[in-house]
């Protein structure tokens, strides 16, 4: 059975802007140190299988779902 190829850095931080999080936003939901992250982003060290397919999932369904349009520039009278 063939691995699949690991997720890059630059998916990763493309996966992070398409879900509208910054690093310290996945730290806090994966509950892990901010360093962590930012060594997955620099690509110090290897992004996790699962985490790759769940930030891929993620990335996916928003991009697929974009935020309506209606309320742009919506103030409260």
Same mark, same amino acid.
């Given at each position: 059975?063939?691995?699949?190829?690991?997720?890059?850095?630059?998916?990763?931080?493309?996966?992070?802007?398409?879900?509208?999080?910054? =690093?310290?936003? &996945? !730290?806090?939901? +994966?509950?892990?140190?901010?360093?962590?992250? $930012? /060594? @997955?982003?620099?690509?110090?060290?290897?992004? =996790?299988?699962? &985490? !790759?397919?769940? +930030?891929?999932?993620?990335?996916?369904?928003? $991009? /697929? @779902?974009?935020?309506?349009?209606?309320?742009?520039?919506?103030?409260?009278?």
């Amino acid at each position: 059975m063939e691995k699949e190829p690991a997720m890059t850095p630059a998916r990763f931080t493309e996966c992070l802007l398409h879900i509208r999080w910054t =690093p310290i936003n &996945l !730290a806090s939901a +994966l509950q892990c140190h901010l360093s962590w992250v $930012e /060594a @997955l982003e620099a690509g110090n060290e290897e992004i =996790p299988a699962d &985490l !790759a397919a769940w +930030l891929e999932t993620l990335a996916q369904a928003h $991009e /697929a @779902l974009p935020p309506p349009t209606t309320y742009r520039g919506k103030m409260s009278e």
